[in-house]
């Protein structure tokens, strides 16, 4: 019997209450069409109703996929869970999700990717919730926000310290799913499901074992549609008997503003050559020097923003395979994408489950992350995840709490002032007009990562910017290189209002960071 049924039969069985976790990743993976056919069902029959919605990553953009927007609507949306939220420039309307949490219409929560793929994994072996060391000492701790992201969401605590083996613990007890949520390429009419088109497999399957697990569905949207039998059985990545209904997208997009792209699914291997090299900047110069921490035969993780330079950087100076860069969507290895299409790799070597990815990460398994900063205070905090004034510039945490829970290494890049217009000169940096205000600061506004636990386990923390490179000591942030035209009390001690000290034995970064070519980088 067949199981592929239209959209709106297949999201009338939603009940009121439920809890409804989707498999996303911005646009990447997005079941866009079935979140669309949700809302629209709500406006005409006021159902489902009082939703709690999990999203380990967040489900779509600001660029034409809606996803959490189609069901960000008062009645319809009572509790959501999320890694990530959907963001983008000040330019851009505020998203419908954003609005209903900052006017305190829906109880809302910043969860770690990580972890939330966690709480699936307990949920359906029926374990009693997630115990894990992620997020001690940030926003995440109930010594702190505990994850809420207003009022609603902090009436209603998710996690709790706990003390179990002598050492002290953040639980989240387990959220069951009554719905799973999806996407694939294709599916046969049994509802076995391949990802041959897709730029991730996400956690899909994670999570439909945790809907059926307790007597939940699970909803799969695809592209298209191929007879019982014709699949390879390897190629399988969600099997038919998880599933129980199966919907149609022809047009669903591979990522944002990405119809479809051949190397993302690793159909195809891009020559080398055929990938944009970074533009010469300020902020190619920072992911130059991030570049130097590397080392041949590295595993290092990769976050949005500035970091996101560094594999072009290897590339620009001839070894695009000498480090294997891990992201986590589940791409391993070949050349992460920048801006839009961030979070999908070209050439990858394979493609790992999310959930399986994350576990990789918080076990801090790889050599080096590159993660970037809004802001640094005294402490050695970093803040990626909250900009109170316009929220929705931020996409929240994502896996970045996960990552840098015990990673040996850290790197984190961004621009010392914000604003500040430097130019470049024969022998270096020109500070030629201050930024609007310094970025490190005197308390963060959200401690996305915990200077203080740093130090207690003995990371290796770095902060490059455009004026200095600042290690995270004992003592607090000492610059201990400094760019060539960068006067060091001026530009970097009285800038940031006495912040970031400068060693005694700091020296002077190459100039060589600063070339128009490449810049002779042996690996």
Same mark, same amino acid.
């Given at each position: 019997?067949?199981?592929?049924?239209?959209?709106a039969?297949?999201?009338?069985?939603?009940?009121?209450?439920?809890? !409804?976790t989707v498999?996303?990743?911005?646009?990447?993976g997005?079941?866009?069409?079935?979140?669309?056919?949700?809302?629209?069902?709500?406006?005409?029959?006021?159902?489902?109703?009082?939703?709690?919605?999990?999203?380990?990553?967040?489900?779509?953009?600001?660029?034409? !996929?809606?996803?959490?927007?189609h069901?960000?609507q008062?009645?319809?949306?009572?509790?959501v869970?999320?890694?990530?939220?959907?963001?983008? @420039? $000040? $330019?851009?309307?505020?998203?419908?999700?954003?609005?209903?949490?900052v006017?305190?219409?829906?109880?809302?929560?910043? !969860?770690?990717?990580?972890?939330?793929?966690?709480?699936?994994?307990?949920?359906?072996?029926?374990?009693p919730? *997630?115990?894990?060391?992620?997020?001690?000492?940030?926003? *995440?701790?109930?010594?702190?926000?505990?994850?809420?992201?207003?009022?609603?969401?902090?009436?209603? @605590?998710?996690?709790?310290?706990?003390?179990?083996?002598?050492?002290t613990?953040?639980?989240? @007890?387990?959220?069951?799913?009554?719905?799973?949520?999806?996407r694939?390429?294709?599916?046969?009419?049994?509802?076995?499901?391949?990802?041959?088109?897709?730029?991730?497999?996400?956690?899909?399957?994670?999570?439909?074992?945790?809907?059926?697990?307790?007597?939940?569905?699970?909803?799969?949207?695809?592209?298209r549609?191929?007879? $019982?039998?014709? &699949?390879?059985?390897?190629?399988?990545?969600?099997?038919?008997?998880?599933?129980?209904?199966?919907?149609?997208?022809?047009?669903?997009?591979?990522?944002?503003e990405?119809?479809?792209?051949?190397?993302?699914?690793?159909?195809?291997?891009?020559?080398?050559?055929?990938?944009?090299?970074?533009?010469?900047? !300020?902020?190619?110069?920072?992911?130059?020097?991030?570049?130097?921490e &590397?080392?041949?035969?590295?595993?290092?993780?990769?976050?949005?923003?500035?970091?996101?330079?560094?594999?072009?950087?290897?590339?620009?100076?001839?070894?695009?395979?000498?480090?294997?860069?891990?992201?986590?969507?589940?791409?391993?290895g070949?050349?992460?994408l920048?801006?839009?299409?961030?979070?999908?790799?070209?050439?990858?070597?394979a493609?790992?489950?999310?959930?399986?990815?994350?576990?990789?990460?918080?076990?801090?398994g790889?050599?080096v992350?590159?993660?970037s900063?809004?802001?640094?205070?005294?402490?050695?905090?970093?803040?990626? $995840?909250?900009?109170?004034?316009?929220p929705?510039?931020?996409?929240?945490?994502?896996?970045?709490?996960?990552i840098?829970?015990?990673?040996?290494?850290?790197v984190?890049?961004g621009?010392?002032?914000?604003?500040?217009?430097?130019?470049?000169?024969?022998?270096? &940096?020109?500070?030629e007009?201050?930024?609007?205000?310094?970025?490190?600061?005197?308390?963060?506004e959200h401690?996305?990562?915990?200077?203080?636990?740093?130090?207690?386990?003995?990371?290796?923390?770095?902060?490059?910017?455009?004026?200095?490179?600042?290690?995270?000591?004992?003592?607090?942030l000492?610059?201990?290189?400094?760019?060539?035209?960068?006067?060091?009390q001026?530009?970097? *001690?009285?800038?940031?209002?006495?912040?970031v000290?400068?060693?005694?034995?700091?020296r002077?970064?190459?100039?060589?960071?600063?070339a128009?070519?490449?810049?002779?980088?042996?690996?």
């Amino acid at each position: 019997m067949s199981k592929i049924v239209p959209v709106a039969e297949a999201v009338a069985r939603i009940a009121d209450g439920a809890v !409804v976790t989707v498999s996303s990743s911005s646009a990447l993976g997005c079941p866009d069409a079935v979140l669309a056919a949700i809302g629209a069902r709500f406006a005409t029959e006021g159902h489902p109703q009082a939703i709690t919605a999990l999203h380990p990553i967040a489900a779509g953009d600001v660029y034409g !996929v809606k996803g959490m927007d189609h069901i960000a609507q008062d009645g319809l949306l009572a509790r959501v869970l999320a890694g990530s939220y959907p963001s983008g @420039p $000040s $330019s851009v309307e505020m998203p419908a999700i954003w609005k209903m949490i900052v006017e305190d219409r829906v109880a809302a929560y910043n !969860v770690p990717s990580g972890i939330l793929f966690d709480m699936h994994r307990e949920a359906a072996a029926q374990r009693p919730g *997630v115990l894990t060391e992620v997020g001690l000492d940030t926003f *995440v701790d109930p010594e702190r926000q505990g994850c809420a992201m207003n009022a609603r969401g902090a009436a209603a @605590p998710i996690v709790r310290r706990v003390a179990f083996d002598g050492k002290t613990w953040l639980h989240f @007890p387990n959220i069951l799913p009554d719905v799973a949520i999806l996407r694939a390429t294709t599916a046969d009419e049994r509802g076995n499901l391949t990802y041959e088109h897709e730029g991730a497999y996400l956690g899909g399957l994670e999570q439909a074992i945790a809907a059926r697990n307790n007597g939940g569905q699970v909803i799969a949207q695809v592209k298209r549609i191929t007879a $019982s039998g014709s &699949l390879r059985p390897h190629d399988v990545r969600v099997p038919g008997h998880l599933v129980d209904c199966v919907v149609v997208d022809p047009d669903q997009k591979q990522t944002t503003e990405t119809q479809y792209d051949p190397a993302i699914s690793g159909e195809i291997l891009r020559p080398w050559s055929s990938f944009a090299l970074a533009e010469h900047g !300020v902020e190619k110069v920072i992911a130059r020097r991030a570049a130097l921490e &590397l080392k041949r035969g590295m595993t290092a993780n990769l976050g949005f923003g500035i970091s996101a330079m560094v594999p072009r950087i290897l590339l620009e100076e001839g070894h695009p395979e000498a480090v294997t860069w891990a992201i986590e969507q589940g791409a391993v290895g070949g050349m992460p994408l920048t801006g839009f299409a961030f979070g999908c790799a070209s050439n990858a070597d394979a493609f790992m489950p999310s959930p399986q990815q994350f576990i990789y990460f918080q076990g801090a398994g790889f050599d080096v992350s590159f993660l970037s900063f809004l802001e640094v205070d005294v402490e050695g905090n970093v803040n990626v $995840s909250k900009l109170g004034k316009k929220p929705y510039l931020t996409a929240g945490c994502g896996g970045f709490v996960d990552i840098t829970a015990k990673a040996k290494n850290i790197v984190f890049s961004g621009w010392f002032e914000a604003g500040a217009k430097v130019g470049f000169t024969e022998t270096g &940096l020109n500070i030629e007009a201050p930024g609007k205000f310094t970025k490190m600061v005197e308390k963060v506004e959200h401690v996305t990562f915990s200077g203080k636990r740093a130090r207690e386990q003995g990371q290796n923390v770095l902060y490059i910017t455009e004026r200095c490179v600042i290690r995270l000591t004992e003592s607090g942030l000492v610059a201990t290189e400094i760019m060539p035209g960068i006067d060091p009390q001026a530009h970097i *001690v009285a800038a940031s209002e006495g912040r970031v000290q400068v060693a005694e034995n700091a020296r002077r970064m190459a100039a060589d960071l600063l070339a128009q070519g490449p810049m002779g980088l042996s690996l």
